[in-house]
Every structure is written in structure tokens, then in C-alpha cells.
């Protein structure tokens, strides 16, 4: 069944309909249904473009959470062959938010680290809501120089309302992890290619995240904090988040605007979990293109690159 949002309702009333006579058309209802429920299927699908054309940032954020939205494990199945997840951060423990290993993508050896949030109670609870501790970014850490030590790019698939924020982590060095991460980021010399496949929220997101290539989901965010702590920040509640999502230019077309990310993959009508074959079939195609214009290039002319990139946004007059 599909779960609807709030600013969907009126769709979901529609599709509701449509799925009342097919039910009643089923048990052989005594009137021919099929005009009716191509009429509801024709309006239902129209309010869909209609909704879908015009989000605003706070709706985008809530597309980008919906629970039916493909997962890190689900982008592995689909599109990684032979995964060998790698545990452990060497130090600690083995953080679940975030799993990484070895795999076959489209017939090239690669490195796959992602955030996991979970699809169910159970799963949720074991991968923290895709709520990263320390010994995940030092996992992280330990998986990308293993990558750069057999000259394999590194992907990253980003999907975290942000780092745990705990006392656990804290007492374990959180910012210390989050900023050793980042740092292997844009000093790695093979390619690294990172997807926002739905939150990408703080430094959680941007530890994992700091790539030659930057590519969002049609209806992913990808910001600093999360509309409800901006809010609580500013506005000393979280009231306001509808206010602070606008603000915060979070959507994947105001962040290509200015330069954060690279390209962006469209989503199916309604999100992508309305699609999610296609959407991550698109999003290995960009995944793939990307690598291929980054390949042969000289492991420092990569690191140059990369610094160069990050270091111009956000400067005044750079196109």
C-alpha cells in the first residue's frame, strides 16, 4: 500500500476511489465500472502533475522522508553485484547507520559507503535511523584509504537527518570523526562520486558527501541542519520549519543553481518511491557517466580538483 503525505491527500481520496471499484468490478458488481474508473484514474493522475509541479521546499522534504522511499540496501541490490559489506571502524565498534564494502557496479570494481536508514520498526532501530556515531565515519575513514590504497573509486550513497547527536557519541569524539571523514574525503585520490538519495542533513551528510561529483534526487534536501532545527534555533520552537526549509535552499534545483551540487536525477511522478526501479536505474546511469569523465585522472590533479570545487562555493562571481 502507499503511504501518503499530508499535502496528498486529495490524491490519495481519488486513488482510493479507483481502488474501491476495481475491488467491486472484481466481485462481478453489476454495473460496468470501467468508464468510471478511467475517468477517476485520469483526474487522480492529472492532481498528481498538478501537485508535483509546483512543491514547495517543506513538501520536497517531506518526499525526501517518505518511508517507501529506496534505501542504501535497495541501490545495493540493484545496482552493486557481488556486495561484500566490510564492518567495523578498527577502533570500536560497528556502527549499522552507516554500511560499507566491495561490489561490482556496471563491471567495475568499486567502494560503497552509505548511510542506512532502515524500512521497517526493526530495521530502523538497528541502523539508528541512519544516525551515525563516530566509529561510522571512522568505518568510513578506514574504507575510503583501503579503497585509495587498490586504486578503486569510492561511492557514496548520503541519506541521514545528521550525525547522532548524543551524549554517546559526543563522549566518543562525534566532531573529531565527522571532520576526519570529510577530510579523507577531499584528500582521497581515486574518483568519489556522492548521491543524495533523500537527507542530507549536517555534517553527518557532508562527512560522506565530499565529492568530485555531487548528484541529488529530483526530491532530495541537502543543507546544513534540518528545517526543524533551524527552526528551533531561530525561532526557539519548531513551528517554523515550513519557513526555515524555504530558507535554508535546500532543494536539488536551488542547490544546482548555486553550484553546491553537479546534476540531478529526475524522479518518477510522485516520488520515487512511485518508481524506484527506473529512479535507480537513473541514478546508476549518472553514477556511471560520472566516473567515466573522471577516469585516468592523475590521483593529485583529483585532489586539486576537488579542493578547487569546494573551495569555490559560495565566492562571489564564480559561474
Not at 143 to 160: N, Q, R, W, Y
Request: with cysteine; net charge negative.
Amino acid at each position: 500500500m502507499t503511504t501518503y503525505l499530508d499535502f496528498e491527500k486529495p490524491i490519495a481520496e481519488l486513488e482510493g476511489k479507483v481502488e474501491e471499484l476495481r475491488r467491486l468490478a472484481a466481485q462481478g458488481a453489476a454495473v460496468n465500472l470501467d468508464d468510471e474508473v478511467t475517468r477517476l484514474e485520469t483526474k487522480a493522475a492529472q492532481l498528481l502533475r498538478e501537485t508535483y509541479s509546483k512543491l514547495t521546499p517543506w513538501q520536497k522534504t517531506q518526499v525526501a522522508r517518505h518511508p517507501q522511499r529506496p534505501h542504501f540496501s535497495d541501490y545495493i541490490a540493484a545496482l552493486v553485484q557481488d556486495f561484500t559489506p566490510l564492518a567495523g571502524d578498527r577502533a570500536y565498534a560497528d556502527d549499522k547507520a552507516i554500511i560499507g564494502g566491495l561490489g561490482q557496479f556496471r563491471g567495475r570494481p568499486v567502494m560503497v559507503i552509505g548511510h542506512e536508514k532502515g524500512n521497517d520498526t526493526k530495521s530502523r532501530l538497528k541502523h539508528n535511523f541512519g544516525m551515525a556515531m563516530p566509529d561510522g565515519y571512522r568505518k568510513a575513514v578506514r574504507l575510503m584509504t583501503m579503497a585509495e590504497k587498490f586504486g578503486l573509486p569510492v561511492i557514496t550513497l548520503v541519506d541521514s537527518a545528521g550525525a547522532y547527536p548524543g551524549v554517546s557519541a559526543e563522549e566518543r569524539g562525534q566532531a573529531e570523526a565527522i571532520a576526519r571523514s570529510t577530510e579523507r574525503c577531499l584528500t582521497l585520490g581515486v574518483p568519489l562520486i556522492s548521491l543524495i538519495i533523500g537527507e542530507g542533513m549536517s555534517g553527518g551528510a557532508i562527512a560522506i558527501a565530499a565529492g568530485d561529483r555531487v548528484i541529488m534526487l529530483e526530491h532530495s534536501i541537502y543543507s546544513v541542519i534540518t528545517p526543524e532545527g533551524c527552526s528551533s534555533i531561530l525561532w526557539r520552537s519548531g513551528e517554523k520549519a515550513q519557513e526555515a526549509a524555504a530558507a535554508l535552499k535546500l532543494t536539488a534545483q536551488d542547490l544546482l543553481a548555486i553550484h553546491v551540487i553537479d546534476s540531478i536525477v529526475p524522479e518518477p511522478l510522485g516520488g520515487a518511491h512511485r518508481g524506484a526501479e527506473r529512479v535507480m536505474s537513473d541514478a546508476g546511469d549518472a553514477v556511471d557517466l560520472a566516473l567515466v569523465e573522471l577516469e585516468g585522472i592523475a590521483p593529485e590533479a583529483l585532489r586539486r580538483a576537488r579542493r578547487e570545487k569546494f573551495l569555490s562555493i559560495g565566492r562571489v562571481g564564480v559561474a
